[in-house]
């Protein structure tokens, strides 16, 4: 069993940042893969960020690309997803999930059902 706990959410104002934080206990963190998700009322979950269990790949859902960075610090079990330049539409819960297969060029790791642990989410509020 993978324990995840994301800290980090609150509200911002347009053009904000915050630092999201998912740390993790339970198994060697640096055997997995990590992703960042969000889930916004009415929509369903979808994909944000991966970064894969050396931090030498990652890979971003275009509406994010240039805006957020995810970073991960494998002797503190922790992942990060760093948001900047925030818009109202950014507004969601943020997810933070692991799991054992690689982030490769064939496999983005961009579904949730590729995931085996989730934390509990943090809510991320942007207002205009």
């Known amino acids: 069993q993978v324990q995840l706990v994301e800290s980090g959410g609150g509200l911002v104002q347009a053009g904000g940042s915050l630092r999201l934080s998912c740390a993790t206990s339970?198994?060697?963190?640096?055997?997995?893969?990590m992703g960042w998700f969000r889930q916004a009322p009415g929509k369903e979950r979808e994909f944000v960020a991966a970064?894969?269990?050396?931090?030498?790949?990652?890979y971003y859902a275009i509406s994010v690309k240039g805006r957020f960075t995810i970073s991960r610090d494998n002797p503190k079990n922790t992942v990060y997803l760093q948001m900047n330049s925030l818009k109202p539409e950014d507004t969601a819960v943020y997810y933070c999930?692991?799991?054992?297969?690689?982030?490769?060029?064939?496999?983005?790791?961009?579904?949730?059902?590729?995931?085996?642990?989730w934390g509990q989410g943090t809510q991320v509020t942007v207002s205009s």
């Open positions: 339970g198994r060697t963190f640096s055997n997995y893969a």
């Open positions: 999930a692991a799991t054992l297969r690689t982030l490769s060029y064939s496999s983005r790791l961009t579904n949730t059902r590729q995931y085996d642990y």
């Open positions: 970064i894969g269990w050396s931090a030498g790949s990652t």
